[in-house]
């Protein structure tokens, strides 16, 4: 059964930080590209941070560099999203997401896990 399962979502105040996590399991996560979307209240989900198939190579929302960083380990078929900094604009729902092919779109997703940040 293809599955990513989320966690570490929660309550924080602003200027703390949070680890997410995601599990993967049912196809090969070790050649997959990985990403992390947000969605907020009455917004479009919009993809934050992404990581190749190796993590040799990360990519940043404007919002997010500096703050976030996305990882991953292959041998534990998770990654991960450390956000610092957090900002009550970064309250949402947090996804994992999973491109098996090398190019297209985000064909795996997570159930979302919840990041609400108190000022």
């Known amino acids: 059964q293809v599955q990513l399962v989320e966690s570490g979502g929660g309550l924080v105040q602003a200027g703390g930080s949070l680890r997410l996590s995601c599990a993967a399991s049912g196809f090969t996560f070790s050649s997959s590209r990985m990403g992390w979307f947000r969605q907020a209240p009455g917004k479009e989900r919009e993809l934050i941070a992404s990581?190749?198939?190796?993590?040799?190579?990360?990519w940043y929302v404007d919002s997010a560099e500096g703050r976030f960083t996305i990882s991953r380990d292959n041998a534990k078929n998770m990654v991960y999203l450390q956000m610092n900094s957090l900002k009550p604009e970064d309250t949402a729902t947090y996804y994992c997401?999973?491109?098996?092919?090398?190019?297209?779109?985000?064909?795996?997703w997570g159930q979302g896990t919840q990041v609400t940040v108190s000022l």
């Open positions: 997401a999973g491109r098996r092919r090398p190019t297209g779109n985000y064909d795996v």
């Open positions: 990581i190749n198939w190796s993590g040799g190579f990360t």
